[in-house]
């Protein structure tokens, strides 16, 4: 994969640039959940979640960027950020993490 230089907005703390390319990408009604792989093999996570306010008039419409950085490759820790939404669950399959409960 070709590496690119990525900057990302994150919400009250500076935003994110490294070199690295996208693993995966979900998206639903405005909202974007992005699993990155930076050149230093550290994973960046990172969300665009739109909540809409259909109660007030106007409409009122709430974006909130956050992300964090994994220094190895560990799903829990990938899991843990991004939870277990629908819109999660269509990124981990974009990018083949088994986040499902075994059950004997």
Same mark, same amino acid.
């Given at each position: 994969? #070709?590496?690119? $230089? ?6 009250? $703390? ?10 995966? #990408? ?12 930076? $050149? ?16 007030? !008039? ?42 499902? !409960?075994?059950? $004997?």
């Amino acid at each position: 994969m #070709q590496e690119l $230089e990525i900057k990302l907005t994150v919400d009250d $703390e500076p935003d994110f640039c490294f070199r690295g390319y996208l693993i995966a #990408q979900a998206e639903n009604d405005g909202s974007i959940f992005s699993l990155y792989k930076t $050149e230093s093999n550290k994973y960046v996570c990172h969300k665009i979640v739109r909540k809409t306010f259909r109660e007030y !008039r106007p409409v009122k419409i709430e974006i909130k960027h956050s992300a964090c950085v994994i220094k190895e490759a560990n799903k829990g820790s990938i899991i843990e950020f991004f939870g277990f939404c629908s819109l999660a669950k269509k990124l981990y399959d974009g990018a083949n993490i088994d986040a499902t !409960r075994k059950i $004997e």
